[in-house]
């Protein structure tokens, strides 16, 4: 038995705009079309799928999965409600429907799964919801000795119920997605508790730091001696002491004793001076993961606020190695392509 993690996607939410050329994306591919996506895949010893747990399913995800091996993944799980990274689950649905005549297991955050069935109604009563709470660990049915956590993050005041999906296999083994993001939402403990992770796969929308784009930045350009960012310094200046409202898009109109109880540690460890995490080499320093996957990949706001050039593939894999070996970060650093795998559990763990 071995489990690996496939990338079905890696894409923005738009990766080439209608009319214009994208160096990162080859648009006469149509893998390269597809928005952010992994597999988490169990092989048996013959090299036959046993189980595939699928995180995000936006444009292109179907065409990935029919091409591959035409399988119906055995659940899936979302990071937050927008379209790129939700469109594909009508089709999944449907075709489990059709094939087993049972409700199909989709795991979310509350919040996450109500916006989601708005644009999905149809598919209400074939869906068989199950929440993750924040900061609770929850068994994978489909998935022996699987185990998940959902931590909150903040991307935007639009992403209802975001989080970053922290996957566990017998307690030894851990995957973080973190989703599209901004801001995590992390008690001290979270950050404890993610040390030393396997792998990360991150949003890596943009390499310098563009905060109203809601996503965060790869890193920060004071890290490497250049001047510190106007934008994330006034970006600081107007929402960095506003925390409440950073958790406002995660918390229910109605009191859930786990969720506001984990919001209210938040907001005491974060008034007790713990520091926001907008970078992913930030993020990377705080709990020392051993891999990072970059994804969600645009580069135009680097172009537009700071004249920096949009990377093609290797030119973003070679310069995120050169900024971590000159941010001291023991992390590997990939830029993964579609359909690369990594190599998580094999049969000696």
């Not at 991150?202 to 730091?209: E, F, G, L, V």
């Not at 540690?265 to 993961?289: R, Y």
Request: aromatic share 14%; net charge neutral.
């Amino acid at each position: 038995m071995s489990i690996n993690i496939r990338t079905n996607g890696r894409g923005n939410a738009w990766p080439v705009p209608l009319g214009q050329e994208h160096p990162f994306y080859d648009k006469s591919k149509f893998e390269d079309l597809a928005n952010a996506s992994f597999s988490i895949i169990e092989y048996d010893k013959d090299k036959c799928i046993n189980k595939e747990l699928l995180i995000d399913a936006g444009h292109g995800t179907i065409q990935y999965l029919i091409k591959s091996n035409n399988r119906i993944p055995d659940a899936i799980f979302l990071t937050h409600p927008h379209i790129d990274h939700t469109l594909s689950i009508d089709w999944i649905v449907q075709s489990y429907k059709r094939q087993h005549n049972k409700k199909y297991p989709i795991y979310a955050s509350p919040l996450c799964w109500e916006q989601t069935l708005m644009a999905f109604p149809q598919i209400g009563n074939m869906v068989e919801f199950k929440p993750l709470l924040t900061g609770k660990s929850r068994k994978i049915d489909e998935f022996n000795g699987m185990e998940l956590i959902f931590y909150p993050v903040f991307h935007g005041e639009a992403a209802a119920g975001a989080g970053m999906l922290l996957f566990e296999y017998k307690k030894i083994r851990k995957a973080v997605f973190t989703g599209d993001i901004l801001l995590p939402l992390l008690r001290k403990r979270d950050y404890e508790y993610l040390q030393n992770c396997d792998i990360v796969y991150t949003d890596a929308n943009n390499r310098y730091p563009y905060p109203n784009s809601n996503h965060w930045s790869v890193f920060r350009p004071e890290i490497l001696g250049e001047e510190k960012s106007e934008f994330l310094k006034s970006w600081l200046k107007s929402k960095g002491n506003k925390t409440n409202w950073f958790i406002r898009p995660n918390i229910p109109v109605k009191y859930n004793k786990t969720i506001h109880g984990f919001f209210e540690e938040f907001l005491k460890d974060t008034f007790n001076g713990q520091e926001l995490i907008l970078s992913v080499f930030d993020f990377c320093k705080k709990i020392d993961t051993k891999n990072i996957c970059l994804v969600h990949y645009s580069g135009s706001e680097d172009f537009k606020h700071y004249e920096k050039n949009i990377l093609d593939t290797n030119e973003l894999q070679s310069w995120v190695v050169e900024s971590a070996i000159k941010s001291r970060l023991k992390s590997k650093f990939f830029v993964p392509r579609v359909g690369d795998m990594f190599a998580w559990v094999n049969d000696d763990d």
